[in-house]
Structures are given as structure tokens and as C-alpha cells.
């Protein structure tokens, strides 16, 4: 049953008049302590019980799933941090980050992007000691406060059975499955075999994490949980069809070209026995389709945006606008699904590639992280609901909100890809301007998109270049850019890559942080753990241009995504593809410009050079949400 908010004086909002309260008693009984309590001030959980002499204990919890095939149910392995108090009849929630990495990663090849070429090295190995319990700053943080706080090993991971399926619905049932046990819904068991109960628990669950630890909470959200009330997934996959595939395309995460759902299982099979898990890494191997790029039943079972009308707990969604790995769009798909399905949600936008922001914004971090789980997980009344929706990082530690994002007022323009006096290189201007067809060779596999964007004014065999006049105003795209293309291919190569570019020399954040001399101490330090994390700055770069955002086609699925249709050489097509999603201001004096090329060296297959591309100007075109006035300023 839900415990009543009592309101106490001088501001403060508590469960009870004092953490140990008596009752009144008959003359000469002595006083027997009432049950331990959480304390509220402000809106705020307080910390008033102690890190240092919090009970920990390990859980291994049955899923409903057989992942590895042995007729037992996989367990996942949960490992546990909770006040003392606890154990005193404190009920508390729990806020769970669940990891595939806690074990560590194993070295992988990755699969051969040069096609008839040769395998690029994998992720680095990394071998973590599970005795090192609770890195990072949630233990610090919210078992003071009065929540326990968990991890855990997704399914083939660390101390966990079954095998890592790469985001399946396998692995999903694992993520939920925590949740199920903390509610009495599951079955638990200690690592001697004796079952376990969470009787300490609300019911209320948390969880939050980064990249593939923030994922796991959008899983377990999507199958709509009872018990779930709030998540906070960093850089996020939402669906993993647009984590190694774009339109058709096989396409990498950045620095990871190469790699694949088989290469991510095999890196983070850390369970005892890997070997149980050959023949379910080898089907996906044989099912994940390099060839082609479709989507298909794989994807289909990997992909939560369509279960987004299934989330009950509330989502505080946070991506860095330079994240190449995790790619933007998978946060703004699920915030615009989420939008649509009612739930309660938030959003932070950063200058950070793949981070999160409690380095280099801590306080405001914990304020509002901490008040979303005190709100959702203990139905605090705190404002954190109707506080602006967004809050977007413009530059480094210059931050502004809004109430809703893409930000009002925004609205599409189209900016047609013109012939210019003498060919390339071309004009980017709301008025088409037809011309000749315009062509280049295809060199991406030797060239790199960075490599290809230079020379901007100049004629380059290996691209084509669209370029805006000197801008008078600033324009601020937020949102989805498109591309519309009439264009046709002649040789081996498949795609179509497009580059908005803001050419104008700047200091930019590049996405890298760096450490400083400073630290950020959001709870409280142990022996061996001080509670503290590095502050971090953004590190930028003064450069002629800045890559804003780029999309890639394969041209065999200009009409669907889940079958390749043939492409007849020197055949035109109207083709259509979107841009990953993007926050960016183009400042006054500088250009905006659109690069057009085939193979994206960092990304895309790299078949053998020489495609022909043709492109018919004036006919071709880019779709931009500009925020208000930036039509104006693009006339």
C-alpha cells in the first residue's frame, strides 16, 4: 500500500516526523523504535542513512527464457546495495543499471568491410573484476538517499546463464525479469542455492545506464513492466536495425566498422561455459544479413519503437548531438514515439559524443535525475514534471531549455541542389535552377568524407559540392533533414551518401571531453571508493568546416527498406532518404553546403572504386527544419 506524504515544517516533506520515531507507551514499558523511514526536503529525498553500512547481497533471478538451449531457464545475476535500515523493516525502490560489460569484453574480428577485402581488428578487450562492486556514482548518490541500487548481467554475461543475443526479445526478457523479482513476480536464488525475496522492496523499480547499459532500460520499458516507474537511457539504442544498418544500407557505429550483432555477442559472452552459445551466435551470424542490408524478422524482433504505446514509466531521454556510435536518431525516435504514446518524458541534448552529462554538468545532472526518480519512484510531488521539457546543450557549458523539440516554430524548407555558372561547384538556394546532369566517380574507398569535403570552391572528380552564399543571419536546423535526389548509379557500389556541412572556420566542441584538475563528489565516499568522479570540459577545435549531419541509401531499396529492388545503370531515380537528426546553428558569415558522395569510408561497405554517380541539379533537393526565421535567411 502506498505510505502517505506528511507534511513537516520549515520546508521539509517526510515519511515520518523523525528517520526512528516512538509511540507512546504504558508507564515503565521501554520505547520500541518504529520502522525506519525515508526523509524528504524540498522535493528531494535526504541523505540520512549510510553508504558505508549498506547491506549487499547477490541474486540470481529467473527469466522466462531458454536462451541457451538447455532446458533450464536463464538466470540473470543481479548484485545488490541497500540501506541497512532494510533490514529493519525500511521499504525501499530500487534503481537498477543493467550491463552486459560488468564481466568485461573479449577481443572479436570484425567482419570485412573492403568487400572481397580483409577483417579489421575489434573492440578492445577489457577484463573487469566483479569483486570491484558498484563503480561509479549511484551507489554514492541514492542508497543515502533511501533507494537500493542494483546491477545487472544481461543474459550470457558475467554471472549470469543463457547466451547474449545482441538486443532480442530474449535479452529483453532478461531486463525484465530484474524487475519481475524486485515485484514478487520471479524467483530468485542466492549463490548457495537458498531462495530469496526482495520483502524489502516497494515494487518500484529505476533503472538508467549509457550506450548498451541504457538500452537495457529501454527493453525492459518496452514490454510495458508493471513496476517500472522511470528510466534514464544515455545514448541509447532504440532500434538496432539503425545501429548497423541506414536505409538499406550496412552501415557501421563510428570506429566500429566491421562490427555486427554476432561480433557484439561473441565480445560480451562472459558467462561460464561460453561454448553453450556457439550454434545461437553462428544463426545469427547467418541470419543478420551483411549482403543485402534489408530489414527483415532479425531487425523486426530488435526493434522497440513500434512497443513505445506499451511504456509505463516515465523517460528522461539524453544523447550528445556528436555521437557517432549510438546515432542521434535513436533517441529521436523514441522521443517522437513516445510523444505520441502520452508517457511522461524529458529530454537533454549535449555537446558530448558518446557521454554522459554528469562530468561537465553534475549539479543540474543529479537535481534532475535524482528528482525524476523521486517523483516516479516515490510519487514525491516536486515539479520535475512540469519543469521545460528539453534542455539543449548550444555550445560548450551553454545550456537553454524548451518546452518541446524539435522547438516550436520550426518549419521545412527545401533548398534545391543548383548547376552553378561553371558546373561545381554548385548552388544550394530555395529556388531550383535546372541544368545538366552533374556526375562524379566513386573513390571512398581510398577517400575519406573528411578528405572529400575540403576544396569546397573547387571541382573534385569524387564528390559534388552545393554551397549557400554567405549567411546574414544565423539558421538553426533541429530536427530530421531529408534528402530528395534525382540520380542515377553505374558500377558496384550501391550508396548514396549525403553531407550537410558548415563551412566557415570556428572553434567547435568535437564531441571529445577531457579531464580537469577538478572533481565532482555527488555522494558519499567509502574506503576504496571516495564517492568522486573527474570533471570533465569539452574539447573543440578551430576548423574551415564542421561535418553537421550525413545519411546514406542503398539505391537497391529507393522503395523499401525490407527488399532490394534491382538498379539499372545510368538508369535516373527519384530517391528520398533521411539525414541523422540534429540540433546546429550555422552562424552569420558562414556557408551551408551539401556534399554529395557514394562510399562513406567510415561507415559504409566499401565496394570497388569506380561507380559512376549522376546527379540531375535543380531536380535534386535538401529538406531542412529550420527553427523561425530561417527560411529568411536562406533567400
Not at 139 to 154: E, F, H, I
Not at 164 to 179: I, K, L
Not at 372 to 387: A, H, Q, S, T, V
Not at 603 to 619: D, E, F, I, N
Request: include cysteine.
Amino acid at each position: 500500500m502506498r505510505q502517505r506524504l506528511l507534511r513537516g515544517g520549515a520546508g521539509a516533506v517526510t515519511l515520518a516526523s523523525a528517520l526512528f520515531a516512538t509511540t507512546a507507551l504504558p508507564a515503565g514499558a521501554a520505547p520500541t523504535p518504529a520502522t525506519p523511514k525515508i526523509k524528504v526536503r524540498n522535493g528531494e529525498t535526504q541523505p540520512v542513512f549510510s553508504r558505508a553500512d549498506a547491506v549487499t547481497q547477490t541474486v540470481d533471478v529467473e527469466t522466462t527464457v531458454d536462451s541457451d538451449r538447455d532446458g533450464v531457464r536463464d538466470r540473470v545475476r543481479m548484485r545488490l546495495i541497500r540501506p541497512k535500515e532494510t533490514d529493519a523493516g525500511l521499504k525501499v525502490a530500487t534503481i537498477i543499471e543493467p550491463s552486459p560489460y560488468w564481466a568485461g569484453t573479449h577481443d572479436v574480428p570484425m567482419h570485412p568491410v573492403d568487400i572481397d577485402g580483409v577483417q579489421r581488428k575489434g573492440r578492445a578487450a577489457a577484463k573487469r573484476n566483479l569483486a570491484e562492486v558498484f563503480p561509479g556514482y549511484l551507489d554514492n548518490y541514492y542508497v543515502p538517499r533511501g533507494y537500493a541500487v542494483a546491477q545487472v548481467d544481461s543474459i550470457g554475461t558475467g554471472g549470469s546463464t543463457g547466451c547474449p543475443t545482441s538486443g532480442d526479445r530474449q535479452e529483453q526478457a532478461g531486463a525484465r525479469a530484474a524487475v519481475d523479482w524486485l515485484n514478487g513476480r520471479a524467483r530468485g536464488w542466492s549463490p548457495d542455492g537458498a531462495p530469496v525475496k526482495a520483502a524489502w522492496s516497494t515494487g518500484n523499480v529505476g533503472m538508467t545506464g549509457q550506450s548498451y547499459n541504457g538500452t537495457l532500460p529501454n527493453m525492459a520499458a518496452a514490454t510495458g513492466v508493471k513496476g517500472l516507474k522511470a528510466i534514464v537511457p544515455v545514448a541509447a539504442i532504440s532500434s538496432w536495425y539503425d545501429y548497423y544498418r541506414a536505409n538499406g544500407g550496412v552501415v557501421a557505429p563510428y570506429e566500429f566498422q566491421g562490427e555486427d550483432l554476432d561480433v557484439l555477442a561473441k565480445a560480451v559472452l562472459t558467462r561460464k561455459n561460453p561454448e553453450v552459445c556457439k550454434q545461437v551466435i553462428d544463426e545469427i551470424t547467418a541470419k543478420q544479413d551483411r549482403v543485402t542490408g534489408d530489414y527483415s524478422k532479425v531487425w523486426a524482433e530488435r526493434d522497440y519503437v513500434g512497443d513505445a504505446r506499451k511504456v509505463t514509466a516515465a523517460v528522461m531521454v539524453v544523447h550528445g548531438l556528436n555521437d557517432w556510435n549510438v546515432k542521434v536518431k535513436h533517441s529521436v525516435q523514441w522521443w517522437n514515439a513516445l510523444k505520441r504514446a502520452g508517457v511522461p518524458r524529458k529530454l537533454w541534448l549535449h555537446q558530448a559524443n558518446h557521454a554522459t552529462p554528469v562530468r561537465w554538468r553534475g549539479e543540474e545532472w543529479m537535481r534532475q535525475t535524482g528528482r525524476w526518480f523521486d517523483r516516479f519512484l516515490y510519487n514525491i510531488p516536486n515539479g520535475i514534471d512540469r519543469e521545460p521539457r528539453v534542455d539543449i546543450e548550444r555550445a560548450p557549458g551553454q545550456w537553454e531549455t524548451a518546452r518541446e523539440w524539435p522547438v516550436p516554430g520550426t518549419r521545412t524548407v527545401g533548398l534545391a541542389l543548383n548547376a552553378g555558372p561553371n558546373g561545381q561547384p554548385g548552388a544550394l538556394s530555395p529556388r531550383p535552377r535546372g541544368g545538366a546532369p552533374q556526375a562524379f566517380t566513386d573513390q571512398g574507398r581510398t577517400r575519406t568524407a573528411e578528405q572529400l569535403v575540403v576544396n569546397e570552391n573547387q571541382a573534385d572528380p569524387n564528390r559534388l559540392a552545393y554551397l549557400t552564399g554567405a549567411l546574414k543571419r544565423p539558421v538553426r536546423i533541429n530536427g530530421t533533414p531529408r534528402a530528395a535526389f534525382r540520380a542515377s548509379l553505374d558500377g558496384r557500389s550501391p550508396y548514396l551518401t549525403a553531407l550537410l556541412v558548415d563551412y566557415g572556420t570556428d572553434t567547435r566542441p568535437t564531441g571529445r571531453r577531457a579531464n580537469t584538475t577538478e572533481q565532482f563528489c555527488p555522494g558519499e565516499g567509502v574506503p576504496g571508493d571516495s564517492g568522486c568522479i573527474p570533471r570533465q570540459t569539452h574539447v573543440t577545435e578551430t576548423a574551415p568546416y564542421k561535418i553537421i549531419t550525413r545519411g546514406w541509401l542503398d539505391v537497391r531499396n529507393r522503395y523499401s527498406i525490407s527488399r532490394e529492388t534491382p538498379v539499372r545503370p545510368g538508369r535516373l531515380y527519384d530517391l528520398r532518404w533521411d539525414f541523422e537528426p540534429t540540433d546546429y546553428v550555422v552562424k552569420p558569415g558562414h556557408r551551408l553546403g551539401v556534399i554529395v558522395l557514394s562510399t562513406d569510408y567510415d561507415y559504409t561497405l566499401r565496394y570497388t572504386p569506380g561507380t559512376k554517380v549522376t546527379v540531375q541539379p535543380g531536380a535534386s533537393k535538401v529538406l531542412l527544419p529550420l527553427a523561425r526565421g530561417g527560411r529568411e535567411a536562406l533567400k
